[in-house]
């Protein structure tokens, strides 16, 4: 298939994107899904980076949540309490009413949630607030890949579903630029959190309005015909015809599946509780699921392990630790370093491509481990100054490779029967890992030191980099056909009947990585 291999052969990553833009230009109506989706990306990140600078006034109008550090994680990690719960429904949601009812569900609690929280006059209010945004976030960060990478053409899948990301990046970014802008503004807070009801809003309107659901879910729902015209926008005529090929064939096998094992379709909660059922425990009995599912959980749980949302989160607070004390100037230098990692995300979008998805986060874990070191370093020695620069160093290093390639691989390793559920597994592991790190970030540098809190995530990232040496193999370029029969593969199984022909890449990273599998 031409666009498997194409990303294989010559051609710099540089000319990729050039080709990708010169794609985005031609295709108006790729560009204005992408961008559009991307707006779910945008309030997450807006959603889970905002808290960081409004802590700080939270604290100064409740004297509760001041003097209580164990309050203040809460008030932070209730989010990713409700993102748990967001990514669990994310996927079941998403699979059962499509990708785009499930984005827009999503919009409709950032909304409710940014109104609850602008309006709060108690801690608990601001608790209510962020529990809703959570969930919104939740679904959203399992939706809105997913719409993204179904839409996309294999050739620039990773790519545009790193737009994703990097409106994730762009978000927090907003977030801190929205922070440093109303620091002076009466009910600074409030401001701050209220702000994302903007873009939710705007979303909103143009998932209802202007955009279609996944073609591939559609396919999948049997509107073939609504599908073939969504797909006819999306890709030119000479790679069409393959597309919807190889989609048929996926569908089709699907169905004898479920046809020997008398369906699952109907509405009736019976048929449905059946249906998730039966699917958990193929994915427990069956090798390559468990193998896929191995891999997307693995590198979303060391996503968050490494230490990122301790940056993201609390950056400001940490800014203080290392000797800056005013709000003012913690909040525009965490700004800053919220700018590098939109800039690194837009950097991954080109590496992802260039270097694969396996090469890509490897090399980040081990600029990550440095970092840490550094950060350790300087907290141990009192540098408030290399303690701001091992941040920076952080940030560089994170967010261009296990910033985007986490969902980059879990958009792309399951097959298209189980893709919203793993997905929404992997997510579910995410956020549990995220809610760990951010609720004992605080009482751990309390009880230990931030050195010492630093070197437990060196120890982390360390076996991190084991993780992804011996379980994550490289899919770059392939079609989600081809990565479903790599992993049979690796179980020891024949391909699916009727796949195109595999490219020489997908050979080449089986006889590298296939033993490390088994």
Not at 231 to 244: C, D, G, V
Request: charge should be positive.
């Amino acid at each position: 298939m031409e666009m498997a291999t194409s990303s294989e052969g010559g051609g710099s990553g540089f000319q990729k994107v050039r080709d990708l833009i010169a794609v985005l230009r031609e295709n108006s109506y790729l560009l204005k899904l992408t961008c559009s989706a991307g707006l779910g990306g945008l309030l997450f990140g807006y959603d889970t980076g905002v808290i960081s600078g409004a802590l700080l006034y939270i604290k100064k109008d409740f004297p509760a949540v001041d003097h209580d550090t164990v309050l203040q994680e809460t008030i932070v990690s209730m989010a990713v309490a409700g993102a748990m719960v967001g990514a669990a429904l994310g996927g079941v949601c998403s699979d059962r009413f499509g990708r785009k009812k499930a984005i827009i569900g999503a919009d409709v609690l950032f909304l409710v949630g940014a109104v609850v929280m602008a309006a709060a006059v108690a801690p608990w209010m601001l608790i209510i607030g962020r529990v809703l945004v959570g969930i919104g976030v939740g679904i959203a960060s399992i939706a809105s890949p997913l719409y993204i990478a179904e839409a996309s053409p294999s050739k620039y899948r990773g790519a545009l579903v790193s737009f994703n990301v990097f409106f994730i990046t762009g978000g927090q970014f907003l977030s801190y630029a929205v922070n440093a802008g109303l620091t002076q503004v009466p009910g600074t807070w409030r401001w701050m959190l209220g702000v994302a009801g903007a873009p939710a809003l705007l979303q909103f309107i143009l998932m209802v309005a202007l955009l279609p659901e996944s073609p591939r879910w559609l396919y999948r729902r049997s509107y073939v015909e609504k599908a073939d015209q969504i797909l006819r926008r999306i890709y030119p005529e000479n790679q069409l015809k393959r597309e919807i090929e190889e989609l048929r064939n996926a569908v089709e096998s699907e169905r004898a599946e479920a046809d020997a094992n008398q369906g699952y379709e109907g509405g009736s909660c019976m048929r449905t509780l059946k249906r998730v059922t039966d699917v958990t425990n193929e994915l427990l009995l069956t090798k390559e699921l468990r193998l896929a599912l191995t891999a997307g959980i693995g590198l979303q749980i060391f996503q968050q392990f490494s230490g990122i949302n301790t940056v993201m989160y609390y950056s400001p607070t940490i800014v203080q630790m290392a000797g800056f004390g005013s709000n003012s100037t913690a909040v525009f230098l965490s700004m800053g370093i919220a700018a590098l990692n939109a800039v690194g995300t837009l950097l991954g979008m080109y590496l992802i491509e260039r270097l694969g998805r396996r090469s890509l986060a490897m090399s980040s874990l081990t600029g990550v481990l440095f970092s840490l070191v550094v950060l350790s370093a300087a907290f141990f020695k009192h540098v408030g100054w290399a303690a701001v620069m091992g941040l920076g160093l952080y940030i560089i290093a994170f967010s261009p490779g296990m910033g985007p390639v986490p969902w980059a691989v879990n958009s792309e390793i399951y097959p298209l029967k189980y893709r919203g559920l793993c997905g929404g597994i992997a997510a579910t592991a995410c956020w549990t890992s995220n809610l760990v790190v951010s609720m004992t970030f605080l009482s751990l540098t309390k009880a230990v030191g931030a050195s010492y809190t630093f070197v437990v995530f060196i120890g982390i990232v360390l076996l991190a980099l084991l993780f992804v040496f011996t379980y994550v193999p490289e899919t770059k370029g392939m079609s989600f056909e081809e990565v479903e029969n790599m992993w049979r593969r690796r179980a020891g199984k024949e391909p699916l009947p009727n796949s195109a022909a595999e490219p020489a890449m997908v050979k080449k990273v089986d006889l590298e990585n296939g033993s490390r599998f088994h």
